[in-house]
């Protein structure tokens, strides 16, 4: 664990949620990734500690809660980000660019990167928005 636990513990009490391992190793996990991340890499990472049923239940709390964002990589695999500080159970914000890397596989949260404003038809009531790019990170592009 890094020296965020505290961040974490706090996080959790704000949110209603109680302060287990398994949560605090979720969001210390996502924390330190520079890419969103699936669960089959949390699962991959935290091994035989945490069972997947536990693991999918903390994710869907994390979301629920507004903690976490979910976006689907080029396969349909659920990843997992940390949200804004201003998402909640009611309402996220993260509306931005996700960009899929080709190459590396990566998703990444293109935070800077805004979705233009846009009107739906009358009738028509936007719950969800996510704008996927695909092609190759600056760390793929890097090493060519």
Not at 1 to 20: A, Q
Not at 44 to 62: C, H, I, N, P
Not at 78 to 99: K, L, Q, R
């Amino acid at each position: 664990m890094t020296d965020n636990s505290n961040h974490f513990e706090k996080l959790l009490i704000k949110n209603g949620l109680k302060r287990t391992g398994p949560r605090l190793q979720v969001l210390d996990i996502l924390s330190n990734r520079d890419s969103a991340t699936s669960q089959p890499y949390l699962e991959q990472v935290m091994g035989t500690e945490v069972d997947r049923v536990t693991l999918y239940r903390v994710l869907k709390a994390f979301e629920e809660k507004g903690i976490i964002h979910k976006v689907l990589d080029n396969h349909g695999t659920a990843n997992y980000a940390i949200c804004s500080g201003n998402c909640n159970a009611n309402e996220h914000h993260d509306e931005h660019v996700h960009f899929n890397c080709n190459n590396c596989k990566k998703v990444y949260c293109l935070a800077n990167v805004q979705i233009p404003a846009f009107k739906v038809p009358a009738g028509f009531k936007v719950e969800n928005l996510n704008l996927i790019a695909s092609g190759i990170c600056a760390a793929c592009a890097d090493k060519d």
